[in-house]
């Protein structure tokens, strides 16, 4: 893989499973990372483990007015 260094890469699902998976591989490449989920708890774990490269949003990607609204669309 090139180099991630100053790529973004949003995650839906990313406060478990495949999505935070696919945001330590991310982080370790240098990529930094938004992870979108419905899970608070897990989103604060998460990124509590990946540092200072991720952010956390509490989105339900499935709803219209939330995606929009954390894209800073609407």
Known sequence: MDSMN???AIITGGAD???LALARHLVAEGARV???DVNETRLA???DALGEKSRA???DVTSAPAGEEAGGGG
């Open 45 to 47: 774990a998460a990124t």
């Open 57 to 59: 949003l509490v989105v």
């Open 34 to 36: 938004a992870l979108f």
């Open 17 to 19: 499973g495949l999505g």
């Open 6 to 8: 100053d790529r973004v």
